[in-house]
Protein backbone atom coordinates (compact mmCIF):
# COMPACT_ATOMS: atom_id res chain seq x y z
CA UNK A 1 0.00 0.00 0.00
CA UNK A 2 1.47 3.24 -0.86
CA UNK A 3 0.09 6.18 0.89
CA UNK A 4 1.56 9.89 -0.10
CA UNK A 5 0.62 13.36 1.15
CA UNK A 6 -0.46 16.25 -0.59
CA UNK A 7 2.89 16.65 -2.31
CA UNK A 8 3.26 13.01 -3.38
CA UNK A 9 6.17 12.33 -0.66
CA UNK A 10 5.54 8.74 0.54
CA UNK A 11 4.51 8.43 4.48
CA UNK A 12 5.38 5.52 6.87
CA UNK A 13 4.18 4.76 10.08
CA UNK A 14 5.68 7.07 13.06
CA UNK A 15 6.40 10.23 10.68
CA UNK A 16 5.13 13.73 11.63
CA UNK A 17 2.91 15.47 9.53
CA UNK A 18 1.79 19.20 9.11
CA UNK A 19 -1.72 20.69 8.22
CA UNK A 20 -1.76 22.33 5.41
CA UNK A 21 -5.37 23.90 6.10
CA UNK A 22 -7.47 24.80 8.97
CA UNK A 23 -9.88 21.99 10.00
CA UNK A 24 -12.96 21.22 11.83
CA UNK A 25 -13.39 18.50 13.52
CA UNK A 26 -16.83 16.93 13.12
CA UNK A 27 -18.90 16.07 16.31
CA UNK A 28 -16.55 18.13 18.23
CA UNK A 29 -15.59 21.55 19.17
CA UNK A 30 -11.80 21.15 18.27
CA UNK A 31 -10.08 22.93 15.34
CA UNK A 32 -7.10 21.98 13.97
CA UNK A 33 -5.23 25.18 12.76
CA UNK A 34 -3.05 25.26 9.49
CA UNK A 35 0.57 24.59 10.55
CA UNK A 36 0.08 22.14 13.17
CA UNK A 37 2.26 19.15 13.38
CA UNK A 38 1.18 15.54 13.90
CA UNK A 39 3.72 13.33 15.44
CA UNK A 40 3.92 9.53 15.26
CA UNK A 41 1.36 9.14 12.52
CA UNK A 42 -0.18 5.74 12.30
CA UNK A 43 -1.50 4.30 8.44
CA UNK A 44 -4.71 2.83 8.23
CA UNK A 45 -5.96 0.30 5.91
CA UNK A 46 -7.08 3.07 3.42
CA UNK A 47 -4.45 4.87 1.53
CA UNK A 48 -6.08 8.59 1.31
CA UNK A 49 -6.38 7.97 5.56
CA UNK A 50 -4.16 8.34 8.71
CA UNK A 51 -4.60 8.36 12.29
CA UNK A 52 -2.94 10.47 14.25
CA UNK A 53 -3.24 12.00 18.14
CA UNK A 54 -3.77 15.46 19.37
CA UNK A 55 -3.87 15.51 22.76
CA UNK A 56 -5.93 12.70 24.37
CA UNK A 57 -7.88 12.46 20.98
CA UNK A 58 -7.59 10.07 18.44
CA UNK A 59 -7.93 11.66 14.51
CA UNK A 60 -8.59 9.94 11.92
CA UNK A 61 -7.51 12.50 8.86
CA UNK A 62 -7.16 12.35 4.97
CA UNK A 63 -3.81 12.41 3.41
CA UNK A 64 -4.95 15.28 1.14
CA UNK A 65 -4.42 18.29 3.89
CA UNK A 66 -1.50 16.50 5.34
CA UNK A 67 2.30 17.35 4.44
CA UNK A 68 5.35 15.58 5.63
CA UNK A 69 6.91 17.80 8.68
Do not use: H, W, Y
Request: net charge positive; glycine share 10%.
Amino acid sequence: MDVKDSNGAPLQDGDSVMLIKDLKVKGSSLNLKRGTVMKGIRLTGKPEEVECRTGKTTLVLKTCFLKKA
